[in-house]
């Protein structure tokens, strides 16, 4: 099956997925849309038990794609007792329309196709305790110019750093920790060295997160460092010193150098004892 920006993929986990033709990558490309969400994302989060009655909770969807984590969220939060506030930020709604047309082989839009459909038309909906509004433009943008509250989750699932590096970079980061809430929590799926040191360099606690599928691990970076049940310790700065990606050393530093930066961060300094690797 295909359309004019996206095919419509199996990816190993049996679902249904879309692959974008342009930058040539499967979304959730492992176990599929809703349960990568559902793991990566809702879990980790644990949004349920961090919500406090009355009090609104900010989830930022950074990358709205086929909106797989957002209606993930919905799902869980729809009979929520505090209500939602749910922004997904994307350039475009071309893939959330193609999934909507799509949404018999997907599967996973079909309950929702209600609200998606308001969301296209109008850019927000409500959907039980949860408020859905459409962020367009470029996200690095609209979270300067942001003046509403901070997000207390954050969804990062933007195109991989070699499809659009300039979202994966400690400034992105940095702009999203200086905006977010002082609890606030951060999942994505990568695993890689380099945007971990980025999310340390931007001043955010940061662990090992969930597998998911062929993933063995993803990454929860935190506001706080006892939001991690997983994190990274002193030991890891040895893989840091000894690593050959370019990405480490846009400012010329050497990995070692990069490395001791890192040793007088806030998690590093509090300096407990971690499994080895990556």
């Given at each position: 099956?295909?359309?004019?920006l996206f095919d419509?993929?199996?990816?190993p986990g049996?679902?249904?997925s ?5 930058h ?12 990568e ?6 879990a980790?989060h ?6 406090e ?11 709205l794609g ?7 969220v919905?799902e869980?939060l729809e009979?929520a007792a505090?209500p ?6 994307d350039?475009?709604?071309?893939p ?5 047309e799509?949404?018999g082989?997907?599967g ?5 196709k209600?609200?998606i459909?308001?969301?296209?038309s109008?850019?927000?909906v ?6 859905w509004?459409f962020?367009?433009?470029d996200?690095?943008?609209r979270?300067?110019?942001w ?12 195109y991989?750093?070699a499809?659009?590096p300039?979202?994966w970079?400690p ?13 606030c929590t951060l ?6 060295t ?9 001043g955010?606690?940061?662990g090992?997160?969930?597998?998911t599928?062929a993933?063995t ?19 890891w700065?040895g893989?840091?010193s000894?690593?050959t990606?370019?990405?480490?050393r846009?400012?010329?530093?050497t990995a ?8 007088g ?8 004892v971690?499994s080895?690797?990556?």
């Amino acid at each position: 099956m295909s359309g004019t920006l996206f095919d419509l993929v199996t990816v190993p986990g049996g679902a249904w997925s879309l692959r974008s033709l342009e930058h040539g990558e499967t979304f959730h490309p492992g176990i599929g849309p809703m349960e990568e969400a559902r793991l990566l994302h809702v879990a980790q989060h644990r949004l349920e038990e961090r919500m406090e009655a009355g009090r609104p909770f900010q989830i930022w969807d950074v990358g709205l794609g086929a909106a797989a984590n957002a209606l993930a969220v919905i799902e869980a939060l729809e009979g929520a007792a505090a209500p939602v506030e749910l922004h997904s930020f994307d350039q475009t709604l071309e893939p959330l329309r193609f999934a909507l047309e799509h949404a018999g082989a997907l599967g996973y839009p079909v309950p929702w196709k209600a609200g998606i459909e308001e969301l296209l038309s109008s850019g927000r909906v409500g959907i039980g305790s949860v408020t859905w509004s459409f962020e367009p433009g470029d996200f690095r943008e609209r979270a300067r110019q942001w003046t509403g509250p901070g997000p207390r989750a954050v969804l990062f699932d933007p195109y991989s750093p070699a499809a659009n590096p300039g979202m994966w970079t400690p400034e992105v980061f940095r702009l999203i920790r200086e905006r977010a809430d002082e609890d606030c929590t951060l999942t994505t799926y990568s695993r890689s060295t380099v945007t971990r040191v980025d999310l340390l360099r931007a001043g955010w606690c940061v662990g090992r997160g969930a597998p998911t599928g062929a993933k063995t691990e993803t990454t929860v970076a935190a506001t706080r460092l006892e939001r991690l049940r997983d994190p990274l310790r002193r030991d890891w700065l040895g893989r840091v010193s000894r690593s050959t990606a370019a990405g480490l050393r846009r400012d010329g530093a050497t990995a070692a150098e990069v490395a001791r930066e890192l040793e007088g961060c806030e998690q590093m300094r509090a300096g407990a004892v971690i499994s080895t690797g990556s």
